[in-house]
Nanobody, 123 residues
């Protein structure tokens, strides 16, 4: 499933953004979806995920309480609402269905990342 992340931009510290993950020509209805990010000069890291049935969501510690993952099945879209953004959240954000999403963690199962969206948190 080829996914596209969108909704990034430049925001001041403390601000909010909502990222969207959509699928071209495919449905996300029966797919777990994960969000990952890659900051400049750093390796890609997991951020959050949601299982195919929306029963389980997972967040890394650094975004807990600030980020919320959700799904709108009518729009075939998975969102990542990001509040109280910090400079360290600056990265290119990617979404993928090639994930293992559990309450205790998120693991990438593939290496196909599609187009990401840049989030820059800066004053």
């Amino acid at each position: 499933v080829q996914l596209q992340a969108s909704g990034g931009g430049l925001v001041q510290p403390g601000g909010s953004l909502r990222l969207s993950c959509t699928a071209s020509g495919n449905t996300l209805a029966n797919e777990g979806v994960g969000w990952f990010r890659q900051a400049p000069g750093k390796e890609r890291e997991e951020v959050s995920c949601i299982t195919y049935d929306d029963d389980v969501t997972y967040y890394i510690d650094s975004v807990k309480g600030r980020f919320t993952i959700s799904r709108d099945r009518t729009r075939n879209t998975v969102f990542l609402q990001m509040n109280s953004l910090k400079p360290e959240d600056t990265a290119v954000y990617y979404c993928t269905t090639e994930v293992l999403c559990m309450q205790i963690g998120l693991h990438s199962l593939g290496d196909s990342w599609g187009q990401g969206t840049l989030v820059t948190v800066s004053s």
